[in-house]
């Protein structure tokens, strides 16, 4: 679920941090995709007139329609992914995925009761709350990515963590995926909205870490005791306090410990037995996989492959599939254009003179009035 | 206050034409010396260098150093109102969001001024580092921009190579290939004319022709363009703007795939 209320925190307080940029920019860049958030994603997403699209024996197969068609997308422009796959979940998540697990149930009871109703906006709204990604779903996504040539990485745990670490590392670029907390991981650069369909428009989002950070005006691990307030997936968070609060507080004292210790906790409650040690521990030292032991090759598409998965039984349309194989192999051929970023070096950034200049303004006119105050009083 | 005027608009029209299509905004950063643009597009493959001289200016005056960041699709507009022959002073105040444009027609009776919002613009300077360059080509612009032209229409990328017996440029995709080969000239009669090639060691490169037809927009500007070329290091297309300045545009080259 990500950590409740950042990407919207940094919108307001480091909007410097935040990039609007085309999808075409990412060219011969590797990025690292959440496999389970987007595979989540199409399930939602890819349906024809409300239903999810199915195989004969309905099956659904939403999401390879989606993994495929939006990964020949990033591939044509000349982006490299690598998908990684989520392991176990970290026994501190188990809170939250049992709350999840209450949430489908209450879903499954609306929805039967709109059926019983027969209110089809509802039956719609709660049909998609129900979407699971299932295992099946994802051995049948891991064979796809396999058909087209495209790595993809087992994380031990959990996928944002592993994806941070190829950041990290320097094996990828970025991290794609809606989830905000690849960031808390140690994630340099974040994309948001780059598997999404081309038909929204929507521009990508790039979230740069150092940026995020000089904005909010925090070290790294402040930053993980924000986002723990802000509410994350492996422990509760301090009710009444919210994410304008979140930042005062940790602005002021700079951790969780100093925190607790500074505001009235009967104001405030904590959650019972609070274990937002562990949670650091997670985002500081999560279970992932050594980068270096980690080979990312991509290989020519396998057509012949691609056309007997995904057509006769999954009903895809063979002429599309073979398409779609070429394309891919066409974007194997040729040479990737060069970036100057490599050449030049960075002499200053000038972040905003103007906006200085404004603050400096500000500043003087203040002087200048109280200067003013006491100039008048001795006539 | 900031003030530089320039006796005939069609200067400053023509610089626009020639990075609005690269460049969707920029900042003007001026000084006593002149005017100054640097800036990469959105990809980062490509920069633009502009220098404009406070001597090629008819009237200029800068009495503190201001950076002005500009929609360069709002300034395009704008200069197209101004007159080839109209007189274009742009003015500033100090620490001021606007910049205005005043156009004067050459017999002084039609004054039009337009005042444009500045934008504030987070922006990278780069270093550029001085580089001797193994090959250096210079031949006419409109020469260039015709290669260019023509050969994108062969392949998404040219290959640019320059030997001995002079500079060939070349394109192959799926309709075939094409291949353009410039020979030094022999005799130089007019200057403007002449292909002339400087040659330590022969180097061959590949760019993207859809940059490099974003570059020959500045044809207009110089009758002359520079090309200077080393091994694994962007290409430099130079146009000298007469008695003012230049422009430069960096490209870097599309480069082998190694580990895939």
Redesign the interface.
Known sequence: MGILGLSKLIADIAP?AVKE??I??Y?GRKVAIDASMSLYQFLIAVRSEGAQLTSVDGETTSHLMGTFYRTIRLVENGI?PVYVFDGKPPDMKSHQLNKRAERREEAEKELQKATESGDTASIEKFNRRLVKVTKQHGEEARQLLKLMGVPVVEAPCEAEAQCAQLVKAGKVYAVATEDMDALTFGADVLLRHLTFSEARKMPVQEFHLNHVLSGLELNHKEFIDLCILLGCDYCGSIRGIGPKRAIELIKQHRSIEQVLHNIDTKKYQPPENWDFENARRLFVEPEVADAKDIEL??CDPDEEGLVKFLCGDKQFNEERVRNGAKKLMKA?T??????????????????????K?EEE?KNANKKAKTGGGRGRKPK | MFEARLLRSSILKKVLEAIKDLLTQA?FDCDDNGIQLQA?D??????VSLTLRADGFDKYRCDRNI?M?MNLGSMSKILKCAGDKDTVTMKAQD?A?TVTFVFESPNQEKVSDYEMK?M??????????ETEYSCTIRMPSAEFARICRDLSQFG??MVISCTKEGVKFSASGDIGSANVKLAQTASIDKEEEAVVIEMDEPVTL?F?CQYLNYFTKATSLSPQVQLSMSAD??LVVEYRIPDIGHIRY?L??????DD?
Do not use: C
């Open positions: 410097q940029m085309e075409k920019n060219f490299k090759k991509w194997r040729g040479t990737t254009q060069g970036r100057l970023d490599g050449f030049f070096k960075v002499l200053s950034t000038t972040p905003n003179p103007k906006r200049a303004k | 900042t990469m959105n990809s980062h493959v490509s920069l950076s960041g620490n969001d500045l504030n613009l987070d922006l990278e300077h780069l270093g550029i580092p998404e990328s590949t993207a290091v962007p960096y870097a080259p599309k480069i082998e795939e895939s």
